[in-house]
């Protein structure tokens, strides 16, 4: 069931300015108070919580920090792979193995230039144990073919129930044909196991001409992604041209249209292939228009705010805001915009261990903000 809302709600307003200042807040649910707690990072792009609660950062240009206790930074982790930072592209996201605790490892995704331009990829590193840098290193996933625009690298990494590794990827911006390419991995969501083997009951393995990594196809350029905390399910947020931003749940081997179907148009104004439906192609559980161009995605599980459990967050770019999103089983039943008037471009969300919400402001002197 697809559901169009368009935003009519109040952007909460207050302003953060100097680290340690506070502001409690009043949302329609919740009462909040946000703090800044890690401050002086360049285009950070995602979080990840370590055991002890310090948490690993990211940094488009290159570098993986961890933010201390205290909300200082680390020098820059030793033994990350050399990234192509160049437009949209960069270190992307970081999240932890689920045996994190025996294994140490830690999977990152990032743009990495190979002859004829650049394309995402996946390496699984091992933390040392001073946690200071990384002393192993290995690419389990490379996205073929490569591109040369520098927009529209994805990229969300989710780990489902079984341990499996869900792997989102754009179209390159100049290859939205591509998405439509059963044979490719651009505009796809992927799976695969820790070492890059494939899952024995990914769909590409029974269907005749499709890659055995892929997972569903006809995305446009998927920078949200977390698994339902109920149903184990992949939940997606994905950017789309002049409107039609999408929330799906991709299921193995359904299409979700793009570039043949959009609720979006063109950036000069022209429509995008045959509509907004077609049979064999899926619909969204929810769209925006106008964009927001959402990014990074976290279900709410917490005590610490027990009226907006079962809430999806969604951060927003171009609209500078955090969106929770009401949801009735399967379907998007209202939005409630936060935010707005911190005029910053969320670029991730995270749940913490304490019950918080942690926020990634995309700047040049980016932040991290805490939602308590």
Known sequence: MMVRFFAGLSFLC???????????????????????????????????????????VTERPGRLR??????????????????????????????????????????????????????????????????????????IFRQEPVGNAGQHFGSRLVFDRTGALFITLGDRGNMKDQAQNRSSTVGKVVRINTDGSIPADNPGLKREGWLTSVWSIGHRNVQGAALHPVTGKLWTAEHGARGGDEINIPQAGRNYGWPVITYGRDYSGLSIGEGTSKAGMEQPVFYWDPS?????????????????????????????????????GEKVVSEERLFGDLNKRIRDVRQGPDGALYLVVDATDGEVLRIR
Do not use: C
């Not at 302003?15 to 946000?34: D, F, M, N, P, W």
């Not at 459990?309 to 999103?325: D, H, I, M």
């Open 14 to 56: 207050f302003s953060l300015q100097a680290q340690a200042q506070t502001r409690t807040i009043t949302t329609e649910l919740a009462s909040v108070t946000v703090e800044t707690v890690a401050k002086g990072l360049e285009n950070p792009w995602a979080l990840a919580f370590l055991p002890d609660s310090r948490m690993l």
């Open 66 to 139: 961890i933010i201390e206790k205290d909300g200082k930074l680390s020098a820059p982790l030793s033994g990350v792979p050399q990234v192509a930072a160049r437009g949209q592209g960069g270190l992307l996201d970081v999240v932890l193995d689920p045996a994190f605790a025996t294994n140490r490892h830690v999977y990152i995704s990032y743009a990495e230039a190979r002859p004829g331009g650049s394309a995402t990829s996946v390496a699984k590193l091992r933390l040392n144990t001073q946690a200071t840098g990384f002393d192993q290193q290995e690419v």
């Open 292 to 328: 927001i161009a959402p990014s990074g995605m976290a279900f709410y599980t917490g005590d610490r705010f027990p009226k907006w459990k079962g809430s999806v967050f969604v951060g927003g770019l171009a609209g500078r805001l955090l969106a929770r999103l009401t949801l009735d």
